[in-house]
T-cell receptor
Framework: AQSVTQLGSHVSVSEGALVLLRCNYS??????LFWYVQYPNQGLQLLLK??????LVKGINGFEAEFKKSETSFHLTKPSAHMSDAAEYFC????????????FGQGTRLTINP | EAGVVQSPRYKIIEKKQPVAFWCNPI?????LYWYRQNLGQGPELLIR????????DSQLPKDRFSAERLKGVDSTLKIQPAELGDSAVYLC?????????????FGQGTRLTVV
């Protein structure tokens, strides 16, 4: 079974500041991990994914995430926040074997202050 | 290329009434998912199809929810009768590679309000 915990339901940063959104996972099998972004009244858009290749994954819009097995973490970062980054972010996990069920975290709402 | 199309975008119904949502996946995508997203929470899988076959419906409340995917393309999700607790956003997603659920593309969702 898999589960995801996102630390902090709401994160607020200033424009140009570092963005750090935290995600810890639990998985009984080697995981695939994902970050999705959801803008208001929109569906989910894939930002990046970890599929057991490189542990540092780069995604769209300048975001990246690092898979740390020892910490069971997959935190999302961006060096410099932009106003357009304001959205809801979801971390998700699935096992690489068995049922292809994508399990989402509760989400983190990112607010960017001018 | 058109994305995943869902309709309607918004629906308001009275409790005990039936409601149906429609999804047209990306052309060629064999896997289709229905998720429910409650306010302030992440999406939860209701049902997953591989072509016409429902391969995972363990989270679908079968007493009132039903789904179908005729001809392995479009899909319909139905609730009958609706309850107040069914108010949520219903998301449809599709993917081509059955081995990697995360490569799913999502529609804009249908926001259901039950009053």
């Amino acid at each position: 079974a898999q589960s995801v915990t996102q630390l902090g339901s709401h994160v607020s940063v200033s424009e140009g500041a570092l963005v750090l959104l935290r995600c810890n996972y639990s998985s009984s099998v080697p995981p695939y991990l994902f970050w999705y972004v959801q803008y208001p009244n929109q569906g989910l858009q894939l930002l990046l994914k970890y599929t057991s290749a490189a542990t540092l994954v780069k995604g769209i819009n300048g975001f990246e995430a690092e898979f740390k097995k020892s910490e069971t973490s997959f935190h999302l970062t961006k060096p410099s926040a932009h106003m357009s980054d304001a959205a809801e972010y979801f971390c998700a996990v699935t096992g690489i074997q068995g049922a292809q069920k994508l399990v989402f975290g509760q989400g983190t709402r990112l607010t960017i202050n001018p | 290329e058109a994305g995943v199309v869902q309709s309607p975008r918004y629906k308001i119904i009275e409790k005990k009434q039936p409601v149906a949502f429609w999804c047209n996946p990306i052309s060629g995508h064999n896997t289709l998912y229905w998720y429910r997203q409650n306010l302030g929470q992440g999406p939860e899988l209701l049902i997953r199809y591989e072509n016409e076959e429902a391969v995972d419906d363990s989270q679908l409340p079968k007493d009132r929810f039903s789904a179908e995917r005729l001809k392995g393309v479009d899909s319909t999700l139905k609730i009958q009768p609706a309850e107040l607790g069914d108010s949520a956003v219903y998301l449809c997603a599709s993917s081509y590679d059955r081995g990697l659920a995360g490569e799913a593309f999502f529609g804009q969702g249908t926001r259901l309000t039950v009053v």
